[in-house]
């Protein structure tokens, strides 16, 4: 037993050393992307636990996910809603379902809301966006984060005017040449675009979100070890990282031969979250479902390696299945009711307690606008 400890206690101060590093290259990284011996595996999840108690405590934010319309412009090589996906049914919630689980959430005291779609830059769209914002912010008191792709600056001012304060967009990847190869090459798939955009959400004021997928054809692990430089780079105060998961109606279903294995996906994602919880300490950290699919007990995985926040689903479960990013997506037929008593249950299964009622801002945010020179 002593011997263990002393061993973990070696491994943890090595990551530690690396990660201190003012030089940190992404072949340093690496290896922690790798680590696989249970020794390993759990020295960096004893650090990173270390880390999150410290910086933001052992506390899980739940943010209700409201998947409120399929309809999308896009082509991602990855994505189930892609346009050209003819077997889904496009749909749009109406405001009184949206409403209904804003309610849902504020009964619940989950602290926010998030309002996920398609990529969709219709005027029409975009007015429905700001109005629903707005009923919801002066009915309840829910913080509000909105996941509609990209959009243009003026687009992004009208919805935090609305009221929405944070704004998730992932990068996908941080290496432009895998970013082609993994959307179509046309004006709409471009890498400095959803770059630009990050760029002027953060000027607008918003907490700003991103992530990438593990485990995609063509990604390195070198390319992952990047995205979390990347992160680092861009001062994103919310992660939202998942394991990519085959949908059948994909051009990238069966590149099995090109990918991390899947078996491999959810461990190294959660070698990814400690790392990025050990290295950029209070920011925010999803568990997200995708963690789920691969493993029954992937997100409470991943609260152990750092995560702090969980986005329960409270789209209504007749849409569900018109919204399947991914397939095998769990709890498709499950109401919000029962979300919310399994999960109770398995986040208090690991020890965390639930901030709720909170909003449960990133204090990476504050600490971050604080120190801006403007
Ligand atoms: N249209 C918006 C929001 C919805 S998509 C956008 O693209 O930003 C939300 C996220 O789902 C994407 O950012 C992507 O990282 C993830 N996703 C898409 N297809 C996936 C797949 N096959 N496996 C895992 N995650 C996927
Ligand atoms: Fe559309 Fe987002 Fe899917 Fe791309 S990832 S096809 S933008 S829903």
Redesign the pocket.
């Known amino acids: 037993m002593y011997i263990y400890i002393m061993k973990s206690e070696r491994i943890q101060q090595d990551i530690m050393k690396i990660l201190s590093s003012p030089f940190l290259k992404k072949e340093d990284i690496v290896p922690i992307l790798k680590m696989e011996t249970k020794e390993e595996m759990e020295a960096l999840q004893s650090l990173a636990m270390k880390v999150k108690q410290k910086e933001v405590g052992r506390v899980v934010y739940f943010r209700g996910l409201v998947e409120f319309s399929n309809v ?1 412009r896009k082509n991602c090589f ?3 809603l892609r346009k050209d996906n003819k077997a889904v049914n496009r749909f749009r919630l109406n405001e009184e379902e949206i409403l209904h689980a804003a309610a849902f959430a504020y009964q619940n005291r989950y602290g926010s809301l998030v309002l ?4 969709n830059q219709s005027e029409e769209h975009i007015d429905f966006v700001c109005r629903i914002v707005q009923q919801i912010k002066s009915k309840f008191d829910l913080g509000i984060t909105l ?3 990209e959009q243009t600056e003026e687009t992004y001012r009208r919805f935090f005017e609305s009221g929405a304060h944070r704004y998730l ?2 990068i ?1 990847t941080s290496s432009p040449q895998l970013y082609r190869k993994w959307h179509p090459d046309d004006r709409m798939h471009r890498f400095e675009t959803r770059l630009n955009c990050l760029g002027v959400l953060k000027k607008i004021g918003f907490q700003v979100g991103s992530g990438s ?1 593990v485990g995609v054809p063509f990604q390195t692990y070198e390319d992952i070890a990047g995205d979390i430089l990347f992160l680092r780079d861009m001062e994103i105060d919310m992660m939202g990282i ?1 394991p ?2 085959e ?1 059948s109606n994909t051009p990238f279903h069966q590149l099995n031969a090109y990918s991390i294995p899947q078996a491999e996906r959810l461990d190294v994602t959660l070698r990814m979250i400690a790392v990025l919880r050990i290295l950029l300490k209070d920011v925010n950290i999803a568990s997200t479902t ?1 963690m789920q699919v691969l493993d029954r007990f992937g997100r409470e995985k991943g609260f152990l390696f750092g995560a702090n926040v969980i986005m329960p689903n409270l789209t209504p479960s007749i849409y569900r299945k018109d919204y399947q ?2 397939e095998n997506k769990p709890c498709l037929d499950e109401d919000a009711t029962q979300c919310n008593n399994c999960l109770e249950v398995r986040i208090a299964s690991v020890g965390e307690t639930i901030g709720y009622g909170e909003w449960g801002d990133p204090l990476h945010f504050f600490r971050r606008v604080n120190s801006s020179p403007l």
């Open positions: 999308c990855y994505c189930g996920q779609s398609g990529e996941s509609c792709g967009l992932r996908e997928m998942g990519f998961i949908h995708a990013l991914y």
